[in-house]
């Protein structure tokens, strides 16, 4: 059964750091495109902020994360990560995990075209 397990989320200052982790089991992480979605509190979108292609030549970066947010993969660990600088508040939101088999990058973030979801994980940008 495929699973993925986000963690790294927390409470950070304005203009921090964070780094989101996400674990995968259950598949062969190397086949699939993944990504980072957002969901902002008081919405029911969840927003793409970062997808990668299976073999990591191809990304996608909202215009919001670019250049301050990097996506990254380790297949033989089976782990995504997203890298945040420069934190916003309005960065604020629960972080969700994404894969889909043989997706194209911008289908996965701009159509949320996803069949495996993580459970979240919160990040608050607050001073």
């Known amino acids: 059964q495929l699973q993925l397990v986000e963690s790294g989320g927390g409470l950070v200052q304005p203009g921090g750091s964070l780094r989101l982790s996400c674990e995968g089991s259950?598949?062969?992480?190397?086949?699939?495109?993944i990504g980072w979605f957002r969901q902002a509190p008081g919405t029911e979108r969840r927003e793409g902020v970062s997808?990668?292609?299976?073999?990591?030549?191809?990304?996608y970066y909202a215009h919001s994360a670019k250049g301050r947010f990097t996506i990254s993969r380790d297949d033989a660990k089976k782990m995504i990560y997203l890298q945040m600088n420069s934190l916003k508040p309005e960065d604020t939101g629960v972080y969700y995990c994404a894969a889909a088999r043989f997706m194209p990058v911008q289908d996965m973030c701009l159509k949320e075209h996803v069949t495996n979801w993580g459970k979240g994980t919160l990040v608050t940008v607050s001073s």
């Open positions: 259950g598949f062969t992480l190397h086949y699939y495109t």
């Open positions: 997808c990668m292609g299976d073999s990591g030549g191809s990304t």
